[in-house]
């Protein structure tokens, strides 16, 4: 059986472009003991991933030069000598970035049984959701009432993010651009701030606006400006979770930080970063949590779809130039 | 009864010159009702004053024009109509900047009665002392064996944290400037490291060289190239506890902040804020532990001493100049 997959040729500096995705085709050669293989459905691509693109060991390997790209992915198993997996099953994996995987079967778990879409747990159930949930309450230890701010709010972690803090009471205030992301927003009951065309001062006075009071969380997924406005609008004992810098992973060079960072002694604030492979163990607990409100429509999820395997780059660069909403997804 | 007392004429820009404190000279009314008089013996400038001359309230009010300045101080109890404070009683409060202070004797602490003299008390088990204590434990979470990082490392706050710090196991490094500091460090057991002559790229390369495994805590004092370095060598889980800034106290403008901030998130760091006003509560229990091994000789303290009330402007713009090894005091 063939498998066509992704590579990249190089090591990007600053944005990648779509020339540095090959696509290679291979023939599979027979299940060994207790492989499986899977027809992917679904593939995931992240912002994480422009890490593992720049050759150096960060909290994850990199990726290597020539070998298939790696990356959550949801499918059917179509072939098993694992003896826990059986054909039909659906599972997720890290296998993506292609369109048939084959892997140890200890390496692919069977989809939890709550009703939901399958893709979903590529999303507000899976990875980004489990972030949006763990930086949330354990890491910025939100409590009912606190007022949140989101950055990148409309995006996969983002859009979560901003639900989960909304259903606890307290103002919640997301950041994004695009006109259709601020709508999502506003449509869920979530202020929307747009950073466009605003520097660090003027996007200070628009979260002012929005939420007087000021701020006692702030969910990180940006960087920029978007930090140096929280910084000067969050609380006295806020609490700032460190998920991403979505700005800065495409960056040529070191870049300043804010200038007003003497804020984290003035207000005591804590800011802390996660990854959040370091607290998988929390998984069934997020799912218990969380799964029951995505299945019964408490908590909504956007997606973002390209379709088939070709355009799998074309989704992964599209992260950075901020065109999801919500999870961007690829079908095949 | 005559008081000399210390007033700041102007909301200073930037480094504050000398012209910016004048002498008063004033006749004190008759005790009231609860106030104690007490002729001050040693004065503490601490580098937090500085934010108190911005005009500007932060976590502490600041000073008001032509009244005057506020400050740690100890001295003895000359007259008082305070049923807890007799004639000949020593004590700490925080009208400083002066030598005749006069005020309710509620405001008033006798002075502990660990056998230490009396200026300890402003220093190594005054906020300084407390300071250090608060931060390595309570705020970075300091366990046995930890490597630590320290900046102005022989200030007075710096110089208690490498020593409690050292004494818990792990290499400690300490970060100071003038030959006479690197040496008052190295015989204390401390691995020092100047920042002097070195961007943070060089400064990184020192402190990895004092310390190849990493840190696991920086007590931050300094900000600017020392936050930088500090953030390129410490440990993953690493925890900064922000103390302070005292690169930016006298800053005319914002200046960027590091350009490695993502390392928060690529270290999974911790960084926190603290005001030792918060945790005053614990001086009890900081005193307990800390004071009998002052007293007994194990931690050595520092002191930098100006004569005479004239000079407390002096000693307080010295700081900044980084002319102190360990506490700097006036002495009247």
């Known amino acids: ?38 027809r992917n459905s679904w593939l995931s691509v992240d912002p994480y991933m422009r890490g593992r693109m720049s050759g150096v060991k960060t909290y994850i390997a990199p990726f290597t030069l020539g070998e298939p790209l ?25 296998a993506g970035w292609r369109d048939i995987a084959q892997l140890p079967g200890d390496q692919v778990e069977p989809l939890p049984g709550i009703e939901v879409p399958e893709q979903a747990y590529l999303g507000v159930l ?20 606190d007022n949140v701010l989101v950055s990148a709010a409309s995006g996969a972690v983002g859009s979560l993010a901003v639900q989960l803090a909304k ?3 307290g103002t919640v205030v997301g950041i994004a651009g695009a006109p259709e992301k601020l709508e999502w927003l506003a449509s869920h009951g979530i202020e929307a701030v747009s950073y466009r065309d605003r520097n660090a001062q003027q996007l200070t006075e628009a979260l002012q606006a929005a939420c007087p009071e000021g701020f006692d969380v702030y969910y990180e997924n940006v960087g920029g400006v978007c930090l140096e406005a929280a910084l000067n609008t969050l609380r006295t004992g806020g609490r700032i979770a460190v998920c991403g810098m979505i700005a800065r992973y495409n960056a040529e060079g070191p870049a300043p930080g804010p200038s007003n960072l003497a804020m984290v002694l003035i207000k005591r604030l804590r800011m802390q970063g996660f990854i959040i492979f370091d607290h998988w163990n929390d998984y069934p607990r997020f799912l218990e949590e969380v799964g029951p409100q995505v299945a019964n429509g408490e908590i909504d999820y ?15 660069l ?15």
Not at 70 to 85: K, M, N, T, Y
Not at 302 to 316: H, Q, S, V
Request: charged content about 25%.
């Open 126 to 145: 899976g990875m980004p959701g489990m972030t949006a949930w763990t930086g949330l309450y354990q890491i910025a230890g939100m409590q009912q009432g």
């Open 167 to 169: 259903a606890r009471g």
């Open 70 to 94: 790696e990356g959550a992915a949801v499918g059917d198993v179509i072939e098993s000598r694992h003896p826990r997996l059986a054909v039909g099953d659906k599972v997720r994996h890290m």
């Open 302 to 316: 956007a997606e973002t779809i390209e379709e088939g395997l070709e355009r799998t780059p074309d989704a992964f």
């Open 1 to 38: 059986m063939q498998s066509r997959y992704f590579t990249i040729n190089d090591v990007p500096q600053g944005t990648p472009g779509r020339e540095l995705f090959e696509l290679h085709e291979t023939a599979l050669p027979d299940l060994a003991e207790g492989e499986v293989r899977i």
């Open 318 to 332: 599209a992260l950075f130039e901020g065109a999801n909403t919500g999870k961007m997804l690829v079908r095949l």
